[in-house]
């Protein structure tokens, strides 16, 4: 009927901060009204005739796909919700602490009436900058919750020594380096950082750059007064430099404090590709789909902006899982270098039979 | 309007209506058709083409269902309410824990039955509230033609439960995945769920032998049983799909009847009472009346696309309502 409602989704283990951040979005005077879907175990302190329980129901679809999840309760709760569609501008989903992403997103894309209403904007995961390497180790959840994330607010890092934080940061890096990493206090990010931020829009897939790689360390922003925050979004466009170093992960320059370690968790880790060499559509297609297809239960995301050959226009894609979604973008400018970036985030991932099979899609 | 095209319309006859919001169902009350609204209120309009708004939810209603003497609603602020043909509405129950009303159903004898969550709720003839609770959300509901029997749709298959028969343990039905919509054939010996995916799925109660319906394009949203319940109508399609259950083994490996095929999806669809037509309404704002005999069409109404998202015959066949998504509505004299 009329434009699609934006849905964040926020994720984080128990006792991070979700709640906190929750209550903040419920009650600070942003001018906008927010359906909230929280879990059974939620505890959020508003009343609001708009906030709505879940029981976390998670389906598989009937096609054979073993990864094709959707949760039923949402499909259920959104159609309800849109009943009232005049009453709010945007829904947030908050999940338990040992709740799987995959299913959430991938509701929007699997379920053709949700997805008609509705769009997912970003995954928004908070962090326990005190306990995040713990649960890292002992707790899966929490270790796919950091893969999937767009947003990771790394909380309460009042209660940690830089060192400490350095660290943490490292360990979210070896694991998810392209989500926008804020670090907070009482879960005091200014909250356009949070929502709206258009994830899984087509249109802003460029960010998949690994941030904390780029100029200086603006992603680290943070302040306490949303008034006078102003948005660091440059991040868009700008050209590399042609002999950029191809695997970024192992990138140094410009990295702040000198403090930044670099890991490699043991079973969950990104493959970034890279190459200027145009693909073609006639190799690439058929093998990112098999790729998906076989690989698709350890691939937790996907981003990638593509050049194809003959063709004016930049390709973008993304994925969860088994599902892909991709289109043509917008004319490659003049001044940007046309290159092909994809990253890959998951589990125990075939990285070398991903890059070989990458490099054959050349034209 | 481009209503002069060759093929015969009843446009000029529609008592038109344009409600606040969005209009999800409709149901009859006699001659009087009731808008249900997405939010809060029916819109009912007399005899005499007056409207009145009754108000019943406080917030938005979910689910709804009519008998042609009353209306059953259930809302987002956990209460289950009856308006009757005086136009006085009742809550039957309110959820203790004001939880989401999601489905409501009549079954015979003025009971009805509604759910909330997991759980199934019946009021019985003797006004006493039973419930049963199913291992997921409850998908749909629906009595047995004949017998005190509610069919529970949920994830993994379909329960069938006797209320009133306290010893009797409830018979689940399973086929993986998440059921939906449900409805049992007229001469109940079929219980037909509509899926998460596009496909339907069935069961022959008598040997549990299974029965899969497929090449929808859409979930299936809308069933209705033709006349005598030769045939049950689906949406879900380009066209409409019509399952043949006359003879000895129902659908069982016959090909279902296609009819009225248009370049819009077909949402709704409703059935008429006594003769062999449904009416059909589709995503584009197009209405039509289908003859089943021989496919003829009868352009009811064309709208400006917006998706018509409610079609209800009156019990006596003579009128049509429709409603649509922007809240435009309308009722028209058959005849």
């Known amino acids: ?363 | 309007m481009n209503d002069t095209q060759a093929a015969p319309s009843l446009s000029d006859r529609i008592h038109r209506v344009e409600a606040s919001s969005p209009i999800v169902a409709v149901h009859f009350l006699g001659r009087s058709p009731a808008f249900v609204l997405g939010e809060e209120a029916l819109l009912v309009v007399d005899a005499d083409g007056g409207e009145l708004r009754l108000p019943v939810h406080s917030g938005a209603i979910l689910s709804s269902d009519g008998n042609g003497q009353a209306i059953v609603t259930g809302g987002d602020d956990g209460r289950v309410v009856v308006t009757d043909a005086t136009m006085t509405s009742a809550a039957a129950a309110t959820d203790d824990k004001r939880r989401w009303i999601d489905h409501v159903t009549f079954g015979p004898d003025g009971t009805l039955a509604w759910s909330a969550g997991k759980t199934a709720f019946v009021r019985n003839t003797r006004n006493e509230i039973r419930s049963n609770e199913v291992a997921s959300t409850v998908g749909g509901l629906a009595f047995a033609p004949k017998g005190f029997r509610l069919a529970i749709a949920h994830y993994n298959g379909a329960t069938l439960w006797f209320p009133n028969m306290t010893e009797a343990r409830p018979d689940t039905f399973s086929w993986q995945g998440s059921h939906l919509g449900v409805t049992f054939s007229r001469d109940g010996k079929y219980l037909m769920t509509a899926m998460q995916e596009p496909v339907l799925h069935g069961w022959r109660l008598s040997d549990r032998k299974d029965l899969r319906m497929s090449g929808y394009a859409a979930r299936v949203r809308s069933m209705a049983w033709t006349a005598g319940g030769d045939y049950l109508a689906t949406s879900g399609s380009d066209q409409l799909i019509l399952w043949p259950f006359k003879g000895k083994d129902g659908p069982m490996g016959k090909q279902p009847k296609m009819l009225a095929p248009y370049s819009a999806r077909l949402d709704v669809v409703a059935a008429h009472p006594a003769h062999d037509i449904v009416a059909v309404g589709y995503a584009d704002g197009l209405v039509l009346l289908v003859r089943l005999s021989d496919g003829a069409e009868i352009t009811v109404r064309k709208l400006e696309k917006v998706a018509v998202t409610a079609l209800a015959f009156s019990a006596d066949g003579h009128r049509l309502a429709f409603g649509c998504e922007n809240g435009e509505g309308g009722v028209v004299d058959l005849g």
């Open chain 1, 1 to 363: 009927m009329s434009e699609k409602i934006p849905v964040t989704v926020l994720t984080g283990y128990l006792g991070a901060g979700k709640t906190t951040l929750l209550n903040r979005i419920l009650s600070e005077p942003h001018g906008k009204k927010y359906a909230v879907i929280v879990n059974e175990f939620g505890e959020i302190g508003i009343d609001n005739d708009l906030v709505v329980n879940s029981d976390e129901e998670v389906f598989e679809m009937n096609n054979g796909c073993v990864c094709c999840t959707v949760r039923g309760d949402l499909i259920r709760i959104i159609e309800g919700l849109m009943r009232r569609r005049g009453k709010f501008d945007a829904i947030v989903v908050e999940t338990t602490g040992l709740a799987d992403p995959a299913p959430v997103a991938q509701t929007f894309f699997l379920d053709a009436d949700v997805g008609e209403k509705a769009r997912l904007d970003a995954v928004v995961t908070v962090a326990d900058a005190r306990w995040l390497r713990d649960r890292l180790r002992d707790a899966p959840e929490a270790k796919n919750q950091i893969a999937f994330a767009d947003v990771i607010v790394l909380n309460k890092i009042d209660l940690v020594t830089p060192d400490e934080l350095a660290e943490v940061e490292a360990r979210i890096r070896a694991i998810n380096p392209y989500a926008r990493l804020h670090r907070t206090e009482r879960a005091r990010v200014p909250l356009s950082e949070v929502l709206d931020r258009n994830a899984f829009d087509l249109d802003r897939i460029l960010e998949i750059e690994p941030a904390f790689l780029g100029e200086a360390d603006h992603d680290h922003h943070h302040c306490d007064d949303p008034g006078h925050c102003h948005h660091h979004d440059h991040h868009h466009d700008h050209a590399h430099p042609a002999d950029h170093d191809h695997d970024h992960r192992h990138g140094h320059d410009g990295a702040p404090q000198g403090a930044l370690k670099h890991y490699h968790d043991e079973d969950m880790q990104s493959v970034s590709l890279r190459t200027g060499k145009p693909l073609d559509p006639d190799k690439f297609f058929p093998w990112v789909q098999d790729l998906v297809a076989t690989e698709g239960p350890k691939i937790l995301r996907s981003k990638g902006i593509l050049s194809f050959k003959n063709d004016p226009d930049r390709f973008v894609f993304q994925g969860v899982h088994m599902i892909l979604d991709g289109d043509h973008q917008r004319p490659w400018r003049e001044d940007e270098a046309r290159e092909s970036r994809i990253v890959f985030i998951g589990r125990d991932l075939p990285e070398e039979k991903i890059r070989q099979g990458f490099e054959k899609c050349a034209a």
